[in-house]
């Protein structure tokens, strides 16, 4: 849908999650940092963004000498999280290039 898209109470509470995490990720110094946000959802949920390709968004966020990736992740409630764990092994394995 995009963020200019997305209800305005939605856009704000993502964003406080947002600002919390990018708080958070100035504590280490190192040259990558990944800042991941895990979201539940209900198992329909899941599984509509699963087809769609929408388990997992990543954004780069430069910190002087740094590199921030934020990664937004679904997990359904209960069980079935594989195809989560694989998104999140291909994040942490492949990083996004500026």
């Given at each position: 849908?995009?963020?200019r898209n997305l209800d305005e109470v939605i856009r704000d509470r993502h ?84």
């Open positions: 849908m995009g963020w964003r406080a999650d947002l600002l919390q995490v990018l708080a958070y990720s100035t504590l280490f110094d190192a040259p990558r940092i990944i800042a991941c946000l895990v979201y539940p959802c209900l198992p329909e949920t899941y599984m509509s963004l699963r087809d769609r390709g929408q388990l997992v968004a990543r954004a780069i966020v430069p910190a002087g000498n740094r590199r921030i990736e934020i990664v937004l992740v679904t997990a359904p409630m209960g069980s079935g999280a594989e195809d989560t764990v694989a998104k999140l092994v291909e994040v942490f394995l492949h990083p996004l290039n500026f």
